[in-house]
């Protein structure tokens, strides 16, 4: 560095350069993480949800008895947070829009499509 007179940055890009090593600038790190955890994050909502709608909604009582039926005790089904998916073609997505995710980030997240004319579905 002293030989060269650059600062420690420099040097560290030149010698990656030369070992062929590719940087990755802070910011964009960090702003990877801020998405990957936003997007854990709309995963974590949309399991808690379906997971919710099992427990509670009486459109899932068949598949409660289905689960009882087949010995899956209420213990396993939070342990492993088995869900139900109503018959609707944007549950998911109108319970996240309505906690403040937005359509693209239903998208990213793989939970929802873009429908041609404009929206989303589940």
């Known amino acids: 560095m002293k030989q060269e007179s650059i600062d420690f940055g420099a040097a560290l890009r030149i010698l ?4 062929g090593v590719t940087l990755v600038a802070k910011q964009k790190e960090r702003a990877i993480d801020k998405e990957v955890e936003r997007l854990y994050s709309i995963n974590e909502a949309a399991a ?4 919710h709608l099992l427990l509670n909604a009486r459109a899932a009582e068949t598949a409660r ?6 010995g899956i ?7 492993f947070e088995l869900g ?7 549950a998911v997505c109108q319970h996240l ?4 995710y937005k359509g ?17 579905r589940d």
Do not use: C, M
């Open 16 to 19: 990656a350069e030369r070992a």
């Open 48 to 51: 808690q949800y379906y997971h």
């Open 65 to 70: 008895r289905h689960l009882r039926e087949r």
């Open 73 to 79: 005790s209420k213990e396993t089904i939070d342990s």
């Open 84 to 90: 139900f998916s109503p018959d609707s073609w944007d």
């Open 97 to 100: 829009e309505g906690r403040g």
């Open 104 to 120: 693209d980030e239903l998208v990213n997240a793989g939970l929802v499509i873009a429908k041609e004319g404009g929206g989303f």
